[in-house]
């Protein structure tokens, strides 16, 4: 840490200083705003990656979502009258390429499906706590429009992680429904 006290964060090729909760809600917002253009390039291939229609469709509604979560921001950055800094999401750039390696390791089905519901909640429960934070740092600044755009964003995510969440348990049922051991019922153990 610097000797002013100052926490200063370091991105590829960006330094920025960290003085004041102006400051913090900046630096956040700059980098969510990173997460979600990573996120608009890596939708489009999960979609594709997925054997399950219901799965697919999910990750292209999403993907519009996050087009205009993309446009919220910038009324965010417009009711605040702030400026974003040029920022590199390290943490969403590190779950793509999570669900990536899955796409190019995982064959094509209901398992990749499942790899891939899980990297996508990893993305929603990075998102709902960024987004979570940006709130509270908009009502503590007093960012009132910028709050109200930010709380219908957080909804949204949440909203997306509750249909991946019935997907994934709406998939593991479909699997169990078809597997000899799921139509027996488990056998008693004998203490």
């Not at 999403?62 to 040029?86: C, F, M, N, W, Y």
């Not at 990893?122 to 706590?129: L, S």
């Not at 007093?142 to 709380?151: D, Q």
């Amino acid at each position: 840490m610097p000797i002013d006290g100052r926490r200063e964060y370091h991105h590829p090729g960006v330094t920025m200083a960290v003085k004041t909760l102006q400051d913090l809600f900046i630096h956040a917002l700059s980098d969510v705003y990173s997460a979600e253009k990573q996120l608009t390039k890596a939708l489009p291939r999960l979609a594709r990656a997925a054997s399950n229609p219901s799965l697919s469709e999910a990750f292209k509604i999403h993907l519009e979502e996050t087009q205009g979560q993309i446009g919220r921001i910038d009324q965010v950055v417009e009711s605040a009258r702030i400026k974003l800094k040029r920022l590199k999401c390290v943490a969403m750039e590190g779950l793509v390429e999570e669900g990536q390696e899955q796409i190019e390791e995982i064959e094509k089905g209901p398992i990749l499906d499942a790899a891939l519901i899980a990297a996508a909640q990893k993305v929603e429960h990075y998102e709902i706590a960024t987004y979570g934070t940006l709130a509270a740092l908009a009502r503590k600044l007093g960012y009132n429009e910028a709050l109200s755009l930010l709380l219908e964003t957080l909804k949204e995510e949440k909203a997306t992680d509750e249909k991946l969440t019935l997907l994934a348990e709406q998939k593991v049922s479909e699997e169990q429904a078809g597997t000899p051991a799921a139509k027996t019922p488990p056998k008693q153990v004998a203490e």
